[in-house]
């Protein structure tokens, strides 16, 4: 299996100059990306009532916008791969916009379901993955401070839109907020605008060398590398994702509604998630900043399983801290964990893979993450309707997330280990081979002087 790879994309990245501006277009098209499904629970109650289903109906379109970004991964990243990040986030952003336009004149459910669900999470998709791998192609040596920094764009945005969401639907209803967050989501384009290439000469060395690894592979494998799944480091990185995604996300879901089942009041309950949302605002762009220092940036991996493993310990502990302190106590704490996996969740891969087959891979990843992503959730709610308590769900998560952060800081032991010495070899055999052709120069210039 090939070793983790660095960066080999035929070119110096700048590190810098017109990369901060194709950040600042990242920071919008990836919070956009995670922000908006979550936005748009605001308008549920409404809507739920104008057409007459369930909540477990409704709560069903964001879970389709979720599901869709997902599984959009690989048709993002063949799109990536052939046109860059430019044009794919720019049809990204037309797309949301109109599914949103679309919607606004819904007639049923299943409409949304089609509209914002089905096309507006391809949209997101599109906006998400071309945002993630350009900043590989601009950054190296800064590059855990850019990808921290983009990250950031997810709870600035998801602040943004909460109020003003609620603004809208007080004005206007459902159906105007709909047509004008269809607007407002035209500003993917914009940001994708910002996305040129770094230089038309380091596309042309791109491409002249993808043909020439494709001339074996069949056609879907000129876009997707599926040669990532005999990566060590990458499939230890899948096998862990899949696990902690089972966790990740419903102890945040849950901590309003567990505040209230202890009779804490509706608005003490929102304040538990502004604090959270403040805190994972503010550990984003400091987690970038430490993965980028020269202790940490070497093992980053380690890093990533502390925090994936912090996260855990978080999760076991809140069911033992006492009244609203100690939910506040637990909101500040989650944000710091959630924070920090959030950072580091896509710099480890591209550290692991290489920036040049990044693409490919996180197309890989999210289609596969697409199950525990809708799946964790809904399993944490059955155990809160088996139990009548919050506390086995939060035991439950904690565990999902403890394990595999366990499991990564073993396994990315061994990994380091194995490229040491892979590495060892590989100066052996190049020490050997040069060796071997100064004595055969040597033997040549003798019997010419002969």
Known sequence: MPPAATTSLG??????????????????????????????????????????VSYSEIAWVSSVMLASMYAGGPVSSVLVNRYGSRPVVMVGGVMVGTAMLLASFGTSIMHLYLCVGLIGGFGLAFNLQPALTIIGTYFQVKR???????????PVI?????????????????????????????????AGSLMRPVTKVSENLQTEEAKSESKSQSCAERFIDFSLFKHRGFLIYLVGNVVLFFGFFAPVVFLAPYAKHQGIDEYSAALLLTIFALVDMFIRPVTGFLGNTKLVRPKIQYFFSFAVSYNGICHLLCPLLPGYAGLVGYAVILGLGFGMVSALLFEVLMDLVGAHRFSS??????????????????????????????????????????????????????????????????????????????????????????
């Not at 070119?11 to 748009?40: E, H, M, N, T």
Request: proline residues 5%.
């Open 361 to 450: 891979a996180v197309g890989l990843v999210t289609i596969i993450e697409c199950g525990p992503v809708l799946l964790g959730p809904p399993i944490s709610g059955a155990l809160v309707d088996a139990y009548g308590d919050y506390k086995y769900m939060y035991y439950a998560c904690g565990v999902f997330m403890l394990a595999p952060g366990i499991f990564l800081f073993v396994m990315h032991y061994f990994n380091y280990k194995k490229l040491e010495e892979e590495q060892r070899q590989s100066v052996a055999v190049e020490m050997r081979t040069s060796e071997e052709t100064d004595i055969k120069c040597s033997t040549s210039l003798r019997l010419n002087c002969n």
């Open 158 to 190: 998801l602040s943004t839109l909460a109020p003003l969401n609620q603004f809208l639907f007080d004005s206007f209803g459902w159906r105007g907020s709909f047509l004008i967050l269809g607007s407002i989501c035209l500003n993917c384009c914009v």
């Open 144 to 154: 855990p401070l850019a990808n921290g920094l983009a990250m950031t764009g997810s």
């Open 11 to 52: 070119y110096s990245p700048p590190d810098g100059g017109w990369g901060w501006a194709v950040v600042f277009g990242s920071f919008i098209s990836i919070g956009f990306s995670y922000a908006f499904p979550k936005s748009l629970t605001i308008y549920f109650k409404e809507i739920q009532e104008y057409f007459s």
